[in-house]
C-alpha cells in the first residue's frame, strides 16, 4: 500500500507530454528583466543603476527584510532602466531590465562538472551561504529558503522532507532534475540535513516516476540517513501539509506552521539549487521549466535564465500554436493564467502550459446541486460548498468561524463541481478578506 | 351545556390570568427608552440602507437622539426634508448640507480602452480585482462585473452594456455610498451634486504614466497638467499622473474642460456651449465696418 | 495569433463531471427496476412510468417559462426525469392517469419549482407529491395489483402486498405471516407493490451502478438497511410472533428503493459523512417504528421526508474531520 495524505484529494489526467525530454539549455535572451518581486515576503531592493556593468551572478538586488531574499543577474550586460513590467500577476511590477552582451560569468563560480561530496562549513555557515545566495523555494510559493531552515526558537527540526512529488499535471521538471542530477540532489538534501542539524531525511516521489524512484533509491544508498518513500499518484500530495502527513503520518495543525510537526519540507529543486550555491558558488539564477501543451509542436524542459520572457521558451518549443486559449505560468491546477507572452521567468517559474481554446473556458455556471463532491475532494477536511456561498454573500465573520484560513487554495473543490461553479475563486476572495480582518484585529491589540 | 359551560369559564380563566401576567412583566421588565427617539424614527424615510453610516433607521434616530446635536448626521435618502424634521422634534439647528450623488470616475468604454484580454473567471469585480488588473491595458480602470449595481439597493446604478461601465441614474441616487465601498478599484467618489445638478470632474483614476495610460485607453488622464494651470481658482491637483479636481474649490468655470487633451474632464448637466463660430462672424463684420481704404488698417481676424 | 488569451483564476481544468452525467447516471441505475416493473406489471408500469415523466417535465418547463418568466429551461438537466420516474416507482400500476398528473404537478410545482428550482429545495419532490397523493387520494393509492396481468391497466385485480400482510400480523393475525411470498420472490419481485419497489436484487444492481460511478457514497444506504436489520431483528428477538424477521424487513415494502435512491437526493441529504451516517440511522429507526408500531403499513416516505426537515441541522453540526484535528504521532 502506497502511503498517501488522509482527507481528500482527485485524479486530474497526468498529461506528462515532456516526461523523458532532456533538459535543454535554453538559449540567453537579448533583454533580460528581472522582477524584484519573485519571493514570498518584502520585494528585494535593487543595488544597481542604470549603466552598471553586472556579470553572471552578479547580486543586483538585496533582501528587502527579513523575510525576503537576495536577487542575482542571470544575464552579463548593461543595466538598461529599473522600470516595471506587468507579471504573471497582471499588474505592473518592478523589474530590473538588462540589455545583454556575451556570457560573462563571476570568477567565483564554479563551472565545472564534477561532483563534489565533501562539506565541512557549520550549519550557520550553510545558512548564510544559502542566504547570499539567494536561494527560494523552487516549488513554487517561492519561500526564502534561509529563514526556513532557520526554524523559530519554540520549534525543533527532526527530519527534513524533499518533496520531489510534482502532482501537477503537465510538469516534468523536477522529474527531469531528479534523472539528470541525482547526485547533486543527494548532495544538496546532505547539506539541508546538516544546516537544520537532523540526521533523517525523506524524499517523496509520486508513482508515477518509477524510474526516477529507482535511480534515487540506488544512490541514495550511498548516503546516510536518506530514504525515498513512493508516493500514491493523487492531487495535491505535493502540497507541504499533505506531503508531511503523508510521509510521517503528522498533520500540521490549523493556523500552525509546518515546522511545529518536527518536519523541514523542500523542493528537490531547491535541494539541487542548495547544492550548486554550497558547493560550487552558484547563485540561483536559473531553473528548469516545463514549456508543455496538447497543441504545442516539441513539449521541452529548459534550464532557463530568469528574466528569459516567456516567449522566447515558447518559440524555442514550435511557437505559440494557433488555437491557443489560454497561457498558464505554473500548472493547471494552481498556475496563473498570463495576460501576454512578454512576462518574464521567475524563480517560481516552473511551467508554462499552452491551452487550446476548447480547454481554456470554463463551463456553464449552474446552481449548486448540494452533491457534496466538493467536500469528499477537499484535502483540508472544509466544506467549499459553503465557504463560497458564505462568501457570496459577505458573510466574512462566519467563514472564520468555518476555518477558511485553513484553506490551501488547491482547486480540488472547483475541479470536481459538477455544477461548474467557481468555488475557488470566491474562496480566495473570502480568504483575503477574513486575513485582512485578522490583521486588523492583532494590530488593534 | 355543561361541557360548553366548562369550556368557556376554563379558557376565559386561562385568558385572564395570562393577561395578568403580561400586565405585570411589561411593568416590571420594562426599558425606559427616550420617547423622542421613536419620534425621530416615524419621521425617517424606513429604508434601512446604513447610508447615514449607523444601523439601520432606529440606530440613526438613538445616536441623532443620544449625541444632542446633529453635526455630521445626514440622512442621504430622506435628505433635507427630513433633517429639518428631526431637528424640530429635537429642538436643535439642523446642520445645512450640500446633496451628494455618486460620480463614476472612468470612461474607459469599449471604444475607448480596447481589451487585450477576456476574463472568464466568477462574475465579481472583487474576485477579478485580486489576482488581475482587467482585461485591458489600464489595470485602475472599471472592471465592468457589476459589483456596484449588486450593492446598489435604490435600482440607481445599471451596467450600460454599450459602453460596459456603469451609470449613476441621478434622481435615485442616495448617495449613500454602498457602490463606492463595493468597488475594489475606488473609482466611484461621493461627490457633491453641485448647483442645478451640475458638476465638474476628473473621468479618470488612472496613475499610470502619461505615454502607458494613453496607451491603454483614449480618455485617461495623462497627468499633463494643463488643467492645473489652466483653473483660475486652484481647484486641480496633479499627483501620481493624475488629476484631481477639489469639489469644494470647483467654481465650475469648464475652463479645464475645454483645456483637456484627451477629453478626460468631464461637465455634466451643463447647457451646450455656445460655439466660437458667432464671436468670429461677429468680428469678421465688425472689422468688414471699420475697415477704411487703407487695408491694413483691417484687425486681423483669426480663422 | 488573433485570439485574445482568456484570463482567470487557477484551476485551470475540469475533472469533466456535470450534473447531466450524475443524473443520467442515476436513471441507468434505475433501468433495472423499471425493467422489472414492465416483467410485472406490464401495460401500467409504462403507462403510470410514462404519465408521471412527461407530467413532471412539461410542469418543469410550464413553470419556468410562464411563472418564474426564466430564459431557457431546467429539463435538459435531467433532474425532473429522475423527479418523474421516482414518483412513478412510488405509485401502484393501476393509478389513474389524472391522479399521476396531479401529483406530478404537486412534486413538481410544491416539492420543487416554489423552493427555487434544482437544489433549493428542502423536500425531496418525489416523496412530497407521493405523500400528497397518499393523503388525499387513500384509496387509489393503497390498492396493488397482483403481478402478472401484463395488459391490464386501471382495471387489474388487487391484492394484499407483503406489507399489508405484516402490518396484519403486528395486529395479531399470524395466519397472515403464511401468505407472505417466499424470500427469493420477495428477492426478485414477484410480489405486489409499488411500481419500483418490489424487486430488491434490481435495485442493488442500481446501487452496484452509482457506487461504480461515484455518483453516491455508500454511507446513507447502509446506514439505514443497517439500521432497519438490527432494529428489526432486536424486535424479532424479542417478540417473533407479531415482528417478523429482519430479512422479511429489507426486502419488502418502499426499504430498498427509499434506501438507495430517495434518502441519496443529493439536494435533500446531509454534506458530510458523519451527517450521512446519522441521517440514515434515523431515517431506519423511524421506518421502522412506524412499521411497528405505526398505524400506515409503509414507513419509508415519511422517515425520510422527517429527516429531510433534520438536514440543514445535521449540516450545521455534523462537519467533516478537519485535516489537523488529529496530529497522531508517528
Known amino acids: ?445 | 351545556m355543561n361541557v360548553i359551560l366548562i369550556a368557556v369559564i376554563s379558557l376565559g380563566a386561562i385568558a385572564l390570568v395570562s393577561a395578568a401576567i403580561l400586565y405585570v412583566a411589561s411593568k416590571k421588565f420594562a426599558v425606559y427608552e427616550d420617547p423622542r427617539i421613536a419620534q425621530v424614527g416615524a419621521v425617517l424615510p424606513q429604508a434601512n440602507c446604513g447610508g447615514c453610516g449607523y444601523p439601520g433607521c432606529s440606530g440613526f434616530a438613538d445616536a441623532c437622539v443620544k449625541a444632542g446635536s446633529l453635526e455630521g448626521k445626514f440622512c442621504p435618502v430622506g435628505g433635507q426634508p427630513v433633517m429639518t424634521k428631526v431637528a424640530e422634534i429635537l429642538g436643535l439647528d439642523a446642520a445645512a448640507t450640500e446633496p451628494m450623488v455618486a460620480v463614476v470616475r472612468c470612461n474607459g468604454t469599449c471604444a475607448n480602452r480596447p481589451r487585450t484580454n477576456s476574463y472568464d473567471g466568477a462574475k465579481s469585480c472583487a474576485i477579478a480585482a485580486s489576482l488581475y488588473g482587467g482585461e485591458t491595458g489600464c489595470s485602475f480602470g472599471c472592471l465592468g462585473c457589476g459589483d456596484c449595481v449588486s450593492a446598489c439597493q435604490f435600482d440607481a446604478i445599471h451596467m450600460n452594456p454599450e459602453t460596459g461601465l456603469p451609470e449613476v441614474d441621478e434622481a435615485k441616487c442616495t448617495a449613500c455610498g454602498a457602490c463606492a465601498k463595493a468597488c475594489p478599484k475606488n473609482i466611484i467618489e461621493i461627490r457633491p451634486q453641485g448647483k442645478k445638478s451640475r458638476r465638474v470632474y476628473v473621468q479618470c483614476v488612472n496613475k499610470d504614466k502619461g505615454g502607458v495610460a494613453r496607451k491603454a485607453c483614449a480618455a485617461a488622464c495623462i497627468g499633463c497638467g494643463k488643467c492645473v494651470k489652466v483653473c483660475p481658482f486652484e481647484a486641480i491637483t496633479l499627483e501620481n499622473n493624475l488629476a484631481y479636481i477639489d469639489p469644494n474649490k470647483c467654481k465650475s468655470c469648464r475652463k479645464c474642460e475645454e483645456a483637456c487633451p484627451q477629453n478626460a474632464i468631464v461637465a455634466l448637466n451643463f447647457p451646450p456651449r455656445k460655439p466660437k463660430v458667432e464671436e468670429t462672424e461677429a468680428a469678421t463684420i465688425v472689422g468688414a465696418q471699420t475697415a477704411t481704404p487703407a487695408k491694413t488698417e483691417a484687425p486681423e481676424v483669426k480663422a | 495569433m488573433e485570439n485574445k488569451l482568456v484570463i482567470s483564476l487557477s484551476p485551470h481544468v475540469h475533472g469533466g463531471d456535470s450534473v447531466k452525467k450524475n443524473m443520467y447516471g442515476v436513471l441507468i441505475a434505475l433501468i433495472p427496476a423499471f425493467l422489472v416493473s414492465l416483467y410485472f406489471f406490464g401495460l401500467g408500469a409504462l403507462v403510470v412510468t410514462a404519465t408521471s415523466v412527461a407530467a413532471c417535465l412539461f410542469f418543469e418547463w410550464a413553470i419556468g417559462r410562464f411563472l418564474l418568466k426564466k430564459e431557457t429551461s431546467t429539463i435538459c438537466d435531467g433532474s425532473a426525469v429522475i423527479t418523474g420516474v421516482l414518483l412513478a416507482f412510488n405509485l401502484p400500476s393501476n393509478l389513474p392517469i389524472w391522479i399521476i398528473i396531479i401529483g406530478a404537478l404537486f412534486a413538481i410545482g410544491v416539492g420543487k419549482m416554489s423552493f427555487g428550482g434544482l437544489g433549493s429545495n428542502p423536500f425531496n419532490p418525489a416523496l412530497v407529491g407521493r405523500v400528497f397523493l397518499l393523503l388525499s387520494f387513500p384509496v387509489q393509492m393503497t390498492s396493488w395489483p397482483v403481478v402478472g396481468q401484463l395488459t391490464s391497466y386501471t382495471d387489474a385485480t388487487t391484492a394484499a402486498t407483503p406489507l399489508n400482510l405484516m402490518k396484519q400480523v403486528v395486529g395479531g393475525n399470524v395466519d397472515a405471516l403464511k401468505e407472505l411470498p417466499s424470500s427469493f420472490d420477495l428477492l426478485i419481485g414477484n410480489n405486489g407493490g409499488c411500481l419500483g419497489e418490489v424487486s430488491a436484487l434490481a435495485l442493488l444492481l442500481g446501487l452496484a451502478y452509482m457506487l461504480w460511478k461515484r455518483i453516491i457514497t455508500w454511507h446513507i444506504p447502509v446506514a439505514i438497511l443497517g439500521t432497519v436489520f438490527v432494529f428489526s431483528g432486536i424486535m424479532h428477538l424479542v417478540d417473533p410472533v407479531h415482528y417478523v424477521s429482519p430479512v422479511l424487513q429489507l426486502f419488502t415494502g418502499g426499504l430498498m428503493l427509499g434506501a438507495i435512491f430517495m434518502a441519496t437526493d443529493y439536494v435533500t441529504s446531509p454534506m458530510s459523512k458523519k451527517g450521512m451516517l446519522i441521517y440514515g440511522v434515523c431515517i431506519g429507526l423511524l421506518t421502522v417504528i412506524i412499521r411497528l408500531f405505526g398505524a400506515y403499513p409503509e414507513g419509508m416516505s415519511f422517515a425520510i421526508l422527517i429527516m429531510n426537515a433534520f438536514t440543514p441541522l445535521i449540516n450545521t453540526y455534523c462537519k467533516p474531520k478537519r485535516f489537523g484535528e488529529v496530529a497522531k504521532k508517528k
Open chain 1, 1 to 445: 500500500m502506497l502511503k498517501t495524505f488522509s482527507i481528500g484529494g482527485v485524479h486530474p489526467h497526468e498529461n506528462k507530454l515532456s516526461a523523458h525530454q532532456p533538459i535543454i539549455k535554453a538559449e540567453i535572451p537579448f533583454k533580460a528583466v528581472i522582477l524584484l518581486g519573485q519571493h514570498i515576503g518584502a520585494p528585494a531592493k535593487p543595488i544597481v543603476a542604470k549603466g552598471d556593468v553586472v556579470k553572471v551572478g552578479t547580486k543586483i538586488a538585496e533582501p528587502g527584510g527579513f523575510v525576503s531574499a537576495a536577487i542575482h543577474s542571470s544575464v552579463s550586460g548593461k543595466v538598461a532602466k529599473i522600470d516595471t513590467i506587468i507579471d504573471a500577476s497582471g499588474y505592473p511590477k518592478p523589474a530590473i531590465f538588462i540589455d545583454v552582451e556575451g556570457d560573462e560569468w563571476e570568477e567565483s563560480i564554479d563551472r565545472t562538472e564534477t561532483l563534489v561530496k565533501e562539506c565541512n562549513l557549520t550549519s550557520e555557515e550553510i545558512v548564510k551561504k544559502i542566504a547570499e545566495a539567494g536561494i527560494v523555494g523552487l516549488g513554487g510559493a517561492c519561500f526564502p529558503t534561509q529563514v526556513k531552515l532557520c526554524p523559530p526558537p519554540a520549534f525543533k527540526a527532526e527530519c527534513v522532507i524533499i518533496n520531489a512529488v510534482e502532482c501537477e499535471p503537465y510538469l516534468t521538471a523536477d522529474h527531469q532534475l531528479m534523472l539528470e542530477h541525482a547526485e547533486e540532489i543527494m548532495v544538496g538534501v546532505s547539506i539541508l540535513m546538516k544546516a537544520v542539524k537532523v540526521n533523517k531525511a525523506f524524499i517523496g516521489i509520486e508513482n508515477n516516476k518509477p524510474d526516477a524512484i529507482q535511480l534515487m533509491t540506488k544512490v541514495a544508498s550511498g548516503y546516510a540517513g536518506i530514504e525515498i518513500v513512493p508516493l500514491k499518484v493523487q492531487y495535491p500530495q505535493g502540497g507541504e501539509k499533505q506531503l508531511i502527513d503523508a510521509i510521517i503520518g503528522r498533520q500540521v495543525a490549523s493556523g500552525a506552521l509546518p515546522i511545529s510537526t518536527g518536519a523541514v519540507v523542500q523542493n528537490v529543486g531547491t535541494a539541487f539549487a542548495v547544492y550548486q550555491a554550497v558547493q560550487k558558488n552558484k547563485p540561483l539564477f536559473e531553473r528548469v521549466i516545463t514549456v508543455t501543451g496538447k497543441s504545442l509542436a516539441k513539449p521541452s524542459n529548459f534550464l532557463a535564465r530568469i528574466g528569459t520572457p516567456m516567449k522566447q521558451l515558447i518559440d524555442a518549443c514550435g511557437g505559440l500554436p494557433e488555437d491557443t486559449g489560454k497561457i498558464i505560468g505554473g500548472g493547471p491546477m494552481m498556475g496563473k493564467a498570463l495576460v501576454n507572452t512578454d512576462v518574464p521567468t521567475a524563480k517560481g517559474s516552473s511551467g508554462i502550459l499552452i491551452m487550446n481554446n476548447k480547454e481554456a473556458k470554463r463551463g456553464e455556471i449552474q446552481p449548486c446541486i448540494r452533491c457534496a463532491k466538493c467536500v469528499g475532494a477537499c484535502p483540508m477536511g472544509l466544506e467549499p460548498y459553503l465557504l463560497s456561498a458564505l462568501s457570496e454573500h459577505a458573510e466574512f465573520e462566519r467563514m472564520e468561524k468555518e476555518r477558511i484560513m485553513d484553506c490551501i487554495e488547491c482547486g480540488s473543490c472547483q475541479f470536481t463541481c459538477p455544477a461548474n461553479r467557481p468555488l475557488l475563486d470566491y474562496c480566495r476572495l473570502g480568504k483575503g478578506k477574513v486575513g485582512a480582518m485578522i490583521r486588523a484585529r492583532q494590530a488593534k491589540k
